[in-house]
């Protein structure tokens, strides 16, 4: 399989889309590489988004760095701030009350609900299933109402700061008992959704056997999170991370690597999360939400991977009189910009979109420093 | 006093059909697709009546193409054929003889299929290589590789279609002529006054589910609008019409779905579209029907490509072949 | 009324551009259009994806280098009349990308949208709400009805 798929490279013409394009949703560039009708290359152009972020941190008091690493990403943008307090979290030695880390993963895991939400309507979108993605959206918003009710915005909800979260986001008795709600409700609906979804056979036929990723070609890509799961590695960072250690949940695997195990294995993701989110609010211990008496020092350079919807996330940065030095930040659809590419291969035109989309790209995440010079 | 008769049902029967075809998208968005979808959706004037006046009324740009004349004269023939295709299905006009038979229909179908493949070959829309950006860039792969518009791909699925995609309609449309022994219109209508609609026998029966996948396959509808797939080709040969071209395109569509559904009434039920006719409200109801039957399908399915269409294609025209064979026997 | 901008307000062809944002206000207009719950097809709010058919430009972004001649292109292929809805903080003023460091330029942002085309109507928010966008194609629509 692997092997046919490099021998033959007969190459009639190149078909570009975007950076305007339906499928794409985002501004980013696929080259597509034809004989005839089948797709024998691919490149996908990143950078067109390109916005300077890290620059832009560059020497900014940390408070602020943080909320602006927020604007990275509207999908997972408590990922970004999340995982930037934890950067500085952890040379400051702030103690993040207990409390405020079940929210915080309250947030994350609202957040990896809604964003795998997001990239099943895409896909059922680029699928051509209209009603498919509208349903999902429709599931949806019950996931952008719980986070607009905790946050007081439905994208930017900016939870975490230094030391703990936002006091906007306490959780209160009736926000507990809307986000149960919401749970039974969302648990309810993405069962329904699932069941019709896998025994529709004009989908399956559809999506099974397109776009294979083989667990060799994953790993030898480097691919990350849900994209590198469905190719049956069991690899999952929230297993390390000392702030997931007192849920329980399974770390979900596919087999086949294909579009179809992309998408169940994002369908059952959800009920995980629904699973974290309960264990959450039944165990939330009471207490205060921030640390407030820490002090501001000079830091090294500290390194900080989590996992978030897409995958692996990471910052780095060192503090110099509590301002950010040397951002660097890499996201997870970085990663998986080698199989998006690798997957299109062997296929039609039709499916290597789908083939673009199964490895959830969000190009804005992404796009922070690549040079394109013309020649 | 006949001559203006005959008169008056042709020009009544294009007018009514024309009014009706303006219904057709707004039923099956409205009423089928938004329920479906569990969500209010648009008037049922907006998608048909509304946005091609709309589009009457904005500027005429020059589009993009080798050829802008040619091209913005595409979808006017096209309207005209459809027209036609009505014209010669209204019994007044059986007298044309040869062009009333299912063989000059058929004729008339391919045409219609053809204009895609002009269209997408004209079109040369901004969306793909004509935007500006630098993809010629140090470390592109193969830069040398030639070119091509997402439209010259949807020229490339249209030629694939005709070479396969209407063979169901045809041999949908040879059933009744299978029945009847007669390529003629006339006689065709005139079998199935005297013997009863073929509809109700079991080639019929076979051959009109053979139609309607035909029926769907001609209008490019989810699943099987490869040709204008949104997730690769976009609008595929409509990109570069603007205007009132854009409106006539309007127009030609919602008038096939006509045309098309009066043409099973006419082969299968042996109800000619004629105004002077009280049956013809049996015309006017198959194609409300095949419209909503259409938009059921379409919203419950992904689209199509190839490797589900080829499929498809082949199962349903070897049920035409059995309808064709039930019919001879 | 005549029949010229009643058929206007019937038919609205909204065409989405993404110029560079941080896709939340991206998701958020693409939430109000596909979302049964606020399903902007019931206001005659159609989602299309070509410029030829277009009435109204949806801008989210702060427009960066790269994206601002294709932007250009695409305005420029709508017929007229037409009118332009800039989204969001970032296509308003550039949002947290442009010019953070007081007066320094910054170098990859060529926007905000107003610099590039001409903006009719702008809806503030980071995130835009599905709300505020349908009532920002609605304070843009005068404009494309008495257009001649
Ligand atoms: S305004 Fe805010 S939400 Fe919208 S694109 Fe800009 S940063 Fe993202």
Not at chain 3, 94 to 100: H, S, T
Request: charged share 20%; aromatic share 8%.
């Amino acid at each position: 399989m692997d092997d046919n798929k490099e021998k033959r490279t007969v190459i009639e013409a190149e078909i570009p889309m975007g950076t305007v394009h339906p499928a794409a949703l985002e501004p980013y560039r696929v080259r597509l590489f034809v004989e005839d009708e089948i797709v024998r290359d691919a490149e996908i152009t990143v950078g067109i988004n390109h916005r300077g972020v890290e620059r832009i941190m560059e020497g900014l008091p940390v408070e602020k760095a943080n909320s602006l690493t927020e604007k990275i990403c509207g999908i997972c943008s408590n990922s970004h701030i999340w995982n930037s307090c934890l950067t500085a979290e952890k040379p400051l030695g702030i103690e993040v009350p207990e409390r405020a880390g079940y929210i915080r993963i309250i947030m994350e895991e609202l957040e990896r609900l809604h964003s795998h939400l997001l990239y099943l309507a895409h896909g059922s979108e680029v699928l051509g299933h209209e009603t498919f993605a509208m349903r999902l959206f429709y599931i949806r918003e019950t996931v952008m109402e719980l986070l607009g009710m905790i946050g007081g915005n439905r994208v930017h909800y900016g939870a975490s700061i230094l030391g703990g979260v936002r006091p906007r986001c306490e959780l209160d008795e009736m926000r507990i008992q809307q986000i149960k709600n919401g749970m039974d409700l969302l648990e309810e609906k993405i069962t329904a959704f699932a069941d019709r979804f896998v025994s529709d056979p004009l989908v399956m036929s559809r999506i099974t056997g397109v776009g294979v990723i083989s667990q060799k070609d994953a790993l030898r890509l480097a691919c990350t999170g849900p994209t590198l799961r469905a190719t049956g590695v069991e690899k999952d960072l929230r297993r390390d991370m000392e702030e997931y250690d007192p849920f329980e949940f399974d770390v979900i695997t596919q087999d086949d690597g294909d579009v179809k195990s992309q998408l169940l294995m994002r369908v059952m993701e959800n009920f995980e999360s629904i699973k974290i989110i309960r264990q959450a609010i039944r165990d939330l211990p009471p207490g205060p939400i921030t640390n407030r008496s820490w002090e501001m020092k000079d830091t090294p350079l500290t390194k900080s991977y989590i996992e978030v919807p897409r995958g692996t996330l990471y910052h780095s940065y060192a503090l110099e009189d509590g301002r950010v030095r040397n951002c660097v930040i890499r996201t997870p659809s970085m990663a998986n910009i080698g199989a998006m590419q690798y997957a299109c291969i062997g296929h039609h035109i039709t499916d290597a979109q789908l083939c673009v989309v199964q490895c959830d790209p969000c190009f804005t995440c992404t796009d922070r420093a690549i040079q394109i010079i013309e020649i | 006093m006949s001559v203006a008769y005959s008169v008056i049902a042709v020009l009544g029967t294009l007018v009514v059909a024309f009014i009706v075809s303006l219904l057709l998208p707004g039923i099956e968005r409205k009423f089928i697709h938004a329920r479906i979808q569990q969500r209010i959706g648009p008037p049922i004037t907006s998608p048909g009546i509304m946005a091609p006046i709309k589009f009457f009324f904005k500027q005429t740009i020059n589009p993009n193409s080798p050829m802008p004349r040619l091209y913005n004269a595409l979808p006017l023939i096209s309207l005209l054929v459809v027209t036609v295709l009505l014209l010669f299905l209204i019994p007044q006009m059986y007298f044309v003889g040869a062009l009333a038979s299912v063989i000059a229909i058929i004729g008339f179908l391919k045409v219609e299929e053809v204009m895609y493949m002009f269209m997408g070959s004209l079109s040369r829309s901004v969306l793909s290589v004509r935007m500006p950006f630098p993809d010629i860039v140090k470390g592109a792969k193969h830069p040398e590789t030639p070119r091509r518009f997402l439209e010259e791909l949807s020229t490339l699925r249209a030629f694939r279609l005709i070479a396969f995609g209407s063979f169901p309609v045809y041999i949908a449309l040879f059933v009744s002529v299978a029945v009847t022994g007669s390529i003629f219109l006339s006689d065709i209508v005139a079998y199935q006054q005297l013997h009863g609609p073929i509809l109700f026998t079991v080639a019929g029966a076979l051959g009109a589910v053979v139609f309607f996948i035909g029926y769907m396959i001609l209008l490019n509808e989810y699943p099987f609008g490869i040709l204008k797939a949104k997730a690769d080709v976009i609008e595929g040969p409509y990109m570069e019409y603007a205007a009132k071209y854009r409106a006539y395109n309007y127009l030609t569509r919602g008038f096939l779905m006509f045309v098309l559904a009066s043409l099973f009434a006419t082969l299968f039920l042996g109800i000619a579209p004629n105004i002077l006719n009280p049956n013809f409200i049996i015309t006017i109801i198959v194609a409300l029907l095949f419209p909503m039957l259409m938009a059921v399908m379409s919203a419950f399915s992904p689209i199509f490509t190839y490797k589900q269409f080829y499929p498809t294609v082949a199962a349903v025209s070897i049920l035409g072949v059995l309808a064709i064979v039930a019919a001879s026997l | 009324m005549s029949l010229k901008s009643y058929s206007r307000g019937r038919a609205i062809h909204v065409m989405l551009v993404y110029t560079g944002g941080c896709n939340g206000c991206d998701i958020e207009i693409v939430n109000c259009i596909f979302s049964p719950k606020f399903d902007a097809e019931q206001y005659k709010v159609f989602l299309t994806w070509n410029p030829r058919e277009a009435d109204v430009l949806v801008v989210t972004g702060p427009v960066t280098k790269h994206n601002e001649k294709p932007l250009l292109e695409i305005y420029n292929a709508i017929p007229e009349p037409k009118a332009v809805v800039a989204a969001g903080a970032c296509a308003l003023m550039g949002g947290v990308y442009k010019n953070i460091h007081g007066d320094i330029p910054s170098e990859e942002i060529a926007g905000p949208v107003d610099q590039i085309i001409p903006v009719d109507a702008k809806v503030p928010g980071c995130a835009v709400r599905p709300q505020d966008i349908v009532a920002g194609l609605v304070s843009a629509l005068p404009l494309l009805l008495n257009a001649d």
